[in-house]
């Protein structure tokens, strides 16, 4: 999440996964006008359900296919997909798209669409209009289920390996569906990750970087703050960088603050020397887009008044936002007079470095792609090398891990969309020189579903980190996050954000 920076570097899918059709050209399987109830199919079908999420992008993908032109609701478009398309996660309907009455494209409202490819890469808001939000549904059927044919390793996202006798992949634990793309996300408390209050109410904070102290088995977050209780939209005026604590990895609690404004975008990483090594992006000598803090809060919420408290989208001033390092033997710190981190031909705007220091002391660090960053030593930056490569890798927020099956596979994590809901997920298996994605499997959406048997919608879900165990599996998924109905900074009344953790399936 950065605002106006994102405008042109946000999307992880390319155009290769959606047809250029226009919205007059919708395709059309076998077509029903009638609105009487589907019998139900013979399996029934455990649908995940997306509210303002847009499968079918406006109709135009061309594996859709127009299953009814006047439907009452979601669940009856999920009942005629199950019923025309089959209920088999696999071969089946394996996705459908309700479009409401409301929606805002008139020649959609209720029509229904139904997907059998496995195609999962929604669409949740739309960059160029920030008011056109909302009024779409899709539901997946059971990911868990599904199936993928494979050859090769690259067939399961590196996730899972394919077995050598039946040609399909065996998905590790916490991911799940086509290619073995999707993390497999359970319920949650409602209350974990990080969701601080003060005297004057709710505290924002935006993604969580988090690391397990093996000594004493306390995990660590890092996450920027908004200051003075106000929300995400002013994060250019009020960030500053927040240490959390928890002994479970699911449920932290605010400790001290590692660095003032202004500071964002923390990604932590721990030396083999043991040091807690902090990256972010920060300003020592003002503060970006005003040029003061906003003090104009409710809740958590940011009031705008227009001369200090703007969007980030409206900012008068937007100085370098360069990329430090700070590290300490203890994650309260004191902490190292901050090292500024080259960034090469990158330049001096926000660079999203999410580095991870290997065994050896080297590093090696994913920034805004097509970046890479690489140092032999870590603590030295005269080894940092900065370096360029293909467009595979896209999108903004990403997050680096080892694989913890086999290390010399590299994983990344990267927020996907604009102002919304979608991450991916890319692999490398040499080192990070080359990457590899499925363009159409998104690795998390809007869902999050809780203990207490709800779900929620987290409109914004920016920002991924993976909570590992000592031998580096994925615990839970932290973010970034905003509720219902905040997307565009310049639609988003009540901009409290917090951050937000999923445990992952371990069974």
């Known amino acids: 999440m950065k605002g106006s920076l994102c405008l042109s570097m946000c999307m992880l899918f390319s155009a290769a996964s959606v047809s250029g059709l226009s919205n007059d050209m919708l395709p059309v399987g076998q077509l029903s006008n009638d609105m009487s109830p589907d019998p139900p199919p013979t399996n029934p079908v455990t649908w995940l359900t997306y509210l303002n999420a847009d499968n079918m992008n406006k109709g135009t993908v061309k594996s ?13 478009c999920a009942a005629k997909c199950a019923s025309m398309l089959g209920s088999d996660p696999t071969t089946g309907c394996t996705s459908y798209t ?14 229904c669409f139904g997907d059998s490819t496995g195609l999962w890469s929604p669409i949740y808001s739309n960059l160029e ?12 059927n059971d990911p868990k289920n599904y199936v993928s044919a494979c050859k090769t390793i690259d067939d399961c996202s590196a996730n899972g390996v394919c077995n050598a006798d039946t040609n399909t992949c065996e998905c590790y634990p916490q991911w799940m569906g086509k290619y073995c793309g999707q993390l497999n996300l359970v319920p949650t408390d409602k209350i974990a990750g990080l969701q601080s209050t003060d005297e004057n109410g709710r505290v924002s904070s935006w993604g969580g970087s988090v690391l397990l102290d093996e000594k004493t088995n306390k995990y660590h977050m890092f996450a920027a703050e908004m200051t003075h209780n106000t929300g995400i939209v002013v994060w250019m005026s009020n960030s500053r960088i927040r ?13 001290d603050v590692t660095s003032p404004v202004w500071g964002h975008e923390p990604t932590a990483a721990r030396a083999p020397t043991g040091e807690y090594v902090v990256f972010f992006t920060a300003n020592f000598e003002t503060i970006p887009c005003s040029g003061v803090e906003c003090k104009n809060s409710d809740n958590g919420n940011t009031v705008i008044d227009g001369e200090n408290c703007l969007p980030d989208t409206q900012c008068n001033e937007i100085p370098d936002l360069l990329t430090y390092m700070i590290y300490s033997k203890d994650p309260a710190g004191p902490w190292s007079e901050p090292v500024l981190v080259p960034t090469g031909d990158f330049g001096t705007i926000d660079t999203n470095l999410a580095p991870i220091i290997l065994e050896d002391g080297s ?21 940092y090398v900065v370096e360029e490569l293909d467009d595979t890798v896209m999108g903004e927020d990403p997050f680096l891990y080892v694989d913890p099956h086999d290390s010399s596979i590299l994983h990344g994590l990267s927020h996907a969309g604009g102002w919304d809901s979608r991450g991916g997920h890319a692999w490398s298996l040499d080192g990070g020189k080359t990457w590899k994605v499925h363009e159409d499997i998104a690795a998390y ?8 048997g709800t779900s929620g919608v987290l409109t914004r879900r920016e920002r991924p980190h993976l909570v590992l165990d000592k031998k580096g599996n994925p615990l839970a998924l932290t973010n970034g996050a ?8 310049e639609a988003c009344d009540k901009d ?3 951050t937000a953790l999923q445990k992952l399936n371990q069974e």
Request: glycine fraction near 12%; aromatic fraction near 12%; hydrophobic fraction near 30%.
């Open 98 to 111: 309700y479009y409401h009455a409301d929606y805002h494209v008139g020649k959609l409202q209720g029509k």
């Open 129 to 140: 209009s920030p008011g056109v939000y909302g009024g779409v549904t899709s539901g997946q």
């Open 445 to 452: 959406g809007s869902l999050i579903e809780y203990t207490d």
């Open 363 to 383: 590093l090696i660090g994913l920034g805004r792609p097509p970046w890479i960053w690489r140092a032999t030593a870590w603590n030295d930056t005269s080894t």
């Open 496 to 498: 409290y954000c917090f």
């Open 243 to 255: 240490h959390a604590v928890s002994d479970d990895g699911v449920n932290f609690m605010s400790s």
């Open 64 to 76: 859709g296919q127009q299953l009814s032109s006047k439907l009452k609701d979601a669940d009856s």
């Open 482 to 489: 905003t509720l219902d109905p905040c997307t565009h900074p």
